[in-house]
Structure formats: structure tokens, C-alpha cells
């Protein structure tokens, strides 16, 4: 018998051919992204800056220039106007600083504007399930539902007693030291601190500085990646579960955090308060019936959202009051006479006679709203976008749109000497105020000024932020004078949630 020697057909050949067919789609792909799709999208139509960057489009400049934040959305919107057509790699998006466009987006057709997806799912993801940041329609609806009676007048009032407590219990620990010692005082983490245990205690009855795990953990949530990773963690679902060193040590420290969260709902589970005690925010949640994996999530919504947002606005307020020592003194004076007559800031009264002292707040959030952009939207459908000047703008759906308040907030259209610190402008009555009335032909600064945004999706604890802001100033004014350190950094430093100041450096001195 004669045998035929049979041979296995080479698996390379096949190897080789689809290597090819996936290298041609990816290039089909790449060129329908980055060479058609800008040359024929109804966005071309719009104003905005040329790409620098074939595949990285607008992006490249963007992260450039984030420690001069608002640009260059403020110079975009100065030279292109109200509606900007600009590119991040292969999304096309929108800037929008025009008010009548804002509010349509924001308020009047706000269900059509929903929430960027990939937004949502880091959100979701980061949170560890879907929240008020990352839910639409009648699930949104029913999460500010549950949040609401947090702040309440009533609840905001009692939680004052908890911030006057710990900013002066933070005063003797930290800053009475620096002002003996004459030793320039961090206030960058002076504020993140004071923050913390300001909406741990006031939201859920926990004392950060009492659990320096709980401590540790936030903070090293709190260390941000490169911009680059932060980019791609924020825009690529499931980016962040990379194994590179800094996600690994963010997911680690978020999982000790949500544990720690979750003991805490475990024990108020099994405490039986009596009718008539004091409640937060948690054993509301939990009254209502709220599920503790929903009200893990809640309270992980409201440290990531209201805690970091806050040291900020407090960051910025003391950089321009340390900048300018004769609007501080107006400040301080006014505080010193209201806690004279009062006796203590807690009392409402005592806040609601702080005028210019809430207005020297009020403008610091006009140059330095703490969150730099109100959460990328996406048009649901082809949308016709009114403008101001009574012309429109067609938005094809599935385009992204970004509303710029903080360009807003420096328009010099709405807004006398734009780039100045003016309190008065916040003011009825005094020039300032009267003269960007003027400018807005006598309406409010409503459609202008949104460091809290607008609509449904306006900040829920913007109230409660107020008040938080006016008690740890008025007491921080009464008690020290602040001055600038050499050594201190004002460049805009974003962290993934909110834009600060890269180091607060100054020195404390007893008044």
C-alpha cells in the first residue's frame, strides 16, 4: 500500500489575511472619522476654531491651556460668539455660551438634552450605581425626590450648628497654630478637610477626622491621573479598570470608601432613634424606605459632588480676598458687627446680613465657578436651537453639546469690566449692579450667571452650599486677616471635578 503523505495547510496565510482586513476597516474607520465626517457634518456650518490636530482635533489646545481656565472657550466664544463648532479627537461638539440657547438646552427642552452616556456611565460607574448624576427622565425625577428633604430650610438650619461647630474646631486645631507660629497655612487642604467633615457630619453623622482610614481613602480618591488618563477615564467606558498604577490606587481607596459608607448604612439600619431626634440626611433616605444600596449611592453622590465643589468656591473666595486686603476689611467688618449683634453665624439672620460679604462669594463663583463645564449634553433629535438674535442653530442628534458658564460669566456683552473682581455688581443699587443692569436691559442676571446651573438638573444642594459658604468665611474674617505667600500657585488646577487653585499658600494672622 502506498501511503500519501498529507501536510497541515499553514494557518499564517489566514493569520495574515485578516490582520489585513482588520488594518483596512481601521483605516476605512480612521478615514471616515477624521477626513469625511468633518468635511460633510452639518456642524461645518457653524463658527469655530481650525483643528490643530488631525487626530486629536481641538483636544490637544484644550489640555494646554486648562491651568488658564476659561480659555479657550472664553476666547472662542469672544471671537466665534454664542454657538462654537469645535472637534476632540473624533467627536464633534458644540460650545454654547449664547442665553437664549443655554436655557433651551437647559431648562425648556432640557428632556431632549439629556446627559452625555459615556458621562453618565463614568458617573454610574464611579458611584457604584446609577444616581442623580446618571440618571434620566422619571428615575432622575424620583432620586431628587428622595434628596430633597435634605435641604429643606429646616434641615439647612440645623446643619449650620454642625458647620459653625467644626469651622471653629478646625480654627484652633490648624489655623491658631499658623497665625502663632507665623508659618504659612495649606488652605487648599485646610478647606478639603473642614469640607469633608462638614457633609460627613451634617449629611450622615460621621467624623472623617476621627477615622483616618475613611480619611486616606477620600484622599487618595482625590488624586487625580494626567490629564490624559483623566480624559480617556471620563470619555472610554471601563478606561479606569486599566490596570495603570494611579486607577489601580483610586479603585482601591473607592472600594475601602464604599465600605466604610456601607457600615455606616448597616449601623443606622439597626439603631431604633427615638421620635423627635435629629435626623440627616441618611435617616431620612432610610425612613423613606430607601434601599441601602441606593442610599450608598446617594451619599457617595453627595461627598463627590458637594464636598470638592465647595473647597473650591472656598479657595477662590480666600485667593481674591487675600489679593485685595480693602475689600477683605469690608468683609471682615461687617461679619465682626453681625456676630456682635447675633453672637453666632448659625443664626439666619446673622448670614442674611452679610451683603457684602455673600457678594464678594457670589463674584468669586462668577470667575470661579467650581465645576468648569454643566455636564456635556447630547441631542436626542434633530434640534433647532434659537439664539438671542432670533436666528437658530440646527443640531443634528447625537451631537454633543458643552454649556461654557464659566466664558459666560466673563462676557463682556452682559457683564462691565468682565475680568475684574466687583462685588458690588451682586448688589442692588450700587453702580456696578446698575450698570450691568443696563447691559442686560433691565433683566436679571438669571440667563448670565448659573454657577449652580439651571432647570431640572440645577444643583440640588445649592442652598445648603450658600449657606455653608457664608459660615466658614464670615467666621475665617472675624477671627484672622490672610496674606498671599510667595510660594503660592493660582494657576487653574483641574481635578476631574471641580477647577482650584494649584496651591493656596498664606499666611494667618490673629485678628
Not at 90 to 115: M, N
Not at 168 to 190: I, V, Y
Not at 437 to 447: E, Y
Amino acid at each position: 500500500m502506498v501511503q500519501v503523505a498529507t501536510f497541515a495547510t499553514p494557518v499564517w496565510p489566514y493569520l495574515v489575511a485578516s490582520g489585513a482586513m482588520l488594518l483596512t476597516v481601521a483605516c476605512l474607520v480612521g478615514l471616515y472619522y477624521f477626513v469625511v465626517l468633518p468635511l460633510v457634518t452639518p456642524l461645518k456650518r457653524l463658527p469655530g476654531p481650525a483643528p490643530t490636530s488631525v487626530i486629536f482635533g481641538n483636544g490637544w489646545e484644550i489640555f494646554e491651556r486648562v491651568s488658564n481656565f476659561p480659555e479657550p472657550f472664553l476666547s472662542w466664544m469672544k471671537h466665534y460668539g454664542g454657538a462654537v463648532h469645535y472637534s476632540i479627537a473624533c467627536e464633534h461638539r458644540i460650545q454654547l455660551t449664547d442665553p437664549t440657547a443655554v436655557q433651551y438646552v437647559l431648562a425648556t427642552k432640557a428632556s431632549s438634552f439629556p446627559r452625555h452616556p459615556t458621562l453618565r456611565r463614568f458617573f454610574a460607574d464611579f458611584l457604584s450605581g446609577v444616581g442623580l448624576l446618571s440618571s434620566e427622565g422619571a428615575k432622575h425625577d424620583y432620586h431628587r425626590k428622595v434628596l430633597n428633604p435634605h435641604f429643606s430650610g429646616i434641615q439647612i438650619k440645623a446643619s449650620m450648628a454642625v458647620i459653625v461647630d467644626q469651622t471653629l474646631r478646625f480654627c484652633a486645631s490648624h489655623l491658631d497654630s499658623a497665625a502663632m507660629s507665623r508659618r504659612p497655612a495649606n488652605m487648599n487642604t485646610f478647606f478639603q478637610e473642614l469640607t469633608l467633615n462638614n457633609i460627613g457630619l451634617s449629611s450622615f453623622g460621621y467624623d472623617f477626622q476621627a477615622n483616618p482610614d475613611a480619611l486616606n481613602a477620600y484622599e487618595a480618591l482625590q488624586t487625580m491621573p494626567n490629564k490624559v488618563l483623566l480624559a480617556c477615564s471620563m470619555c472610554i467606558p471601563g478606561f479606569s479598570r486599566l490596570p495603570f498604577p494611579c486607577f489601580r490606587r483610586r479603585n482601591h481607596a473607592r472600594t475601602t470608601l464604599l465600605r466604610i459608607m456601607q457600615d455606616i448604612i448597616t449601623t443606622k439600619l439597626s439603631e431604633h432613634k427615638a421620635a423627635g431626634a435629629p435626623r440627616d440626611l441618611l435617616d431620612l433616605m432610610l425612613d423613606a424606605d430607601t434601599c441601602s444600596h441606593d442610599a450608598l449611592v446617594h451619599t457617595m453622590t453627595l461627598i463627590f459632588a458637594g464636598h470638592d465643589t465647595t473647597t473650591a468656591a472656598l479657595c477662590w473666595t480666600f485667593f481674591r480676598l487675600a489679593s485685595q486686603p480693602s475689600m477683605a476689611a469690608l468683609a471682615r467688618n461687617e461679619c465682626l458687627a453681625m456676630l456682635k449683634r447675633h453672637g453666632s453665624f448659625e443664626n439666619g439672620e446673622a448670614l442674611q446680613g452679610l451683603s457684602f460679604t455673600t457678594a464678594c462669594i457670589q463674584e468669586t463663583l462668577r470667575l470661579h465657578p467650581p465645576v468648569p463645564f454643566l455636564g456635556r449634553r447630547i441631542a436626542a433629535q434633530d434640534m433647532d436651537v434659537p439664539m438671542t438674535d432670533g436666528s437658530s442653530i440646527f443640531v443634528p442628534k447625537g451631537t454633543s453639546v458643552c454649556v461654557l458658564h464659566a466664558a459666560m460669566h466673563r462676557d463682556p456683552t452682559y457683564w462691565s469690566q468682565p475680568e475684574a473682581f466687583v462685588p458690588e455688581r451682586f448688589i442692588p443699587g450700587m453702580a456696578p449692579f446698575e450698570i450691568d443692569l443696563g447691559l442686560r436691559q433691565g433683566r436679571s442676571h438669571a440667563l448670565h450667571y448659573m454657577p449652580f446651573s439651571i432647570g431640572a438638573k440645577n444643583c440640588i444642594g445649592q442652598r445648603f452650599a450658600m449657606a455653608e459658604l457664608q459660615v466658614v468665611v464670615a467666621t475665617l474674617l472675624s477671627r484672622y486677616e490672610f496674606a498671599i505667600t510667595a510660594d503660592a500657585d493660582f494657576s487653574n488646577m483641574f481635578n476631574g471635578v471641580s477647577v482650584q487653585p494649584a496651591r493656596l499658600e498664606l499666611y494667618v494672622v490673629s485678628v
